[in-house]
Nanobody, 123 residues
């Protein structure tokens, strides 16, 4: 079992940057592929990015390509989401999640979820 906890959210102006962290507990963390999702107010939760268990492969939704970077440090049990050139449309609660599938934009393939961290981008 894996427990996930996100941090690093906050308020930032458009064009700014934030780095989200997702810290995992559990010795089997490195066996999971990891993903980031987000849920804007009044909208469904959607896929943002994913990374394979060894960190060698990444996958992004089109709207964040070239702006967001997912990475992981298996020695520290952390997965990151570096977000640059932020836009007001990026405002959402961001969730990390663990899966056995890569790449998987389908949240049904994720078994463990964090509680989320709020990102607000002002114009």
């Amino acid at each position: 079992q894996v427990q996930l906890s996100e941090s690093g959210g906050g308020l930032v102006q458009a064009g700014g940057s934030l780095r989200l962290s997702c810290t995992a507990s559990g010795r089997t963390y490195s066996t999971y592929d990891m993903g980031w999702f987000r849920q804007a107010p009044g909208k469904e939760r959607v896929f943002v990015a994913a990374i394979s268990r060894n960190g060698g492969l990444t996958y992004y939704t089109d709207s964040v390509k070239g702006r967001f970077t997912i990475s992981r440090d298996n020695a520290k049990n952390i997965v990151y989401l570096q977000m640059n050139s932020l836009k007001p449309d990026d405002t959402a609660v961001y969730y990390c999640a663990a899966s056995f599938s890569f790449p998987s934009p389908n949240e049904a393939n994720y078994f463990y979820w964090g509680q989320g961290t709020q990102v607000t981008v002002s114009s």
